[in-house]
């Protein structure tokens, strides 16, 4: 995920088995939106996965993330995929 023109990727990764999850951010998209918006997606998430409302929660993600993304980085014109849309493990 490191990989982008604008290191703007994130990963949203969610382990319900475990009752875990991480969202991370490249150097990017976190210089733009700090420590705290990070903070606000993790603690809504565990408000939402707490209650059972993990599909909710992770729409509501998604979305908040997104908005931030399209604000600071603009979609690029013709729609390039950068990152492939599937997980790829470095081995």
């Known amino acids: 995920m490191n990989q982008t023109r604008r290191r703007n990727a994130v990963l949203l990764f969610v382990a ?6 991480a969202v991370i951010g490249d150097t990017g998209i ?4 700090s420590d705290a918006f990070w903070g ?3 603690e809504a998430l565990q408000t939402d996965f ?6 909710a929660g992770l729409l509501r993600a998604v979305e908040t993330i997104g908005d931030s993304l399209a604000e600071h980085f603009p979609p690029d014109p013709l729609g390039e995929n950068e990152l492939p849309d599937r997980v790829e493990l470095e081995r």
Not at 30 to 33: D, G, L, M, T
């Open 50 to 55: 707490r209650t059972g409302d993990l599909t």
């Open 16 to 21: 319900p088995r475990r009752h875990l999850f």
């Open 40 to 42: 606000r997606i993790s």
């Open 30 to 33: 976190h210089e733009r939106v």
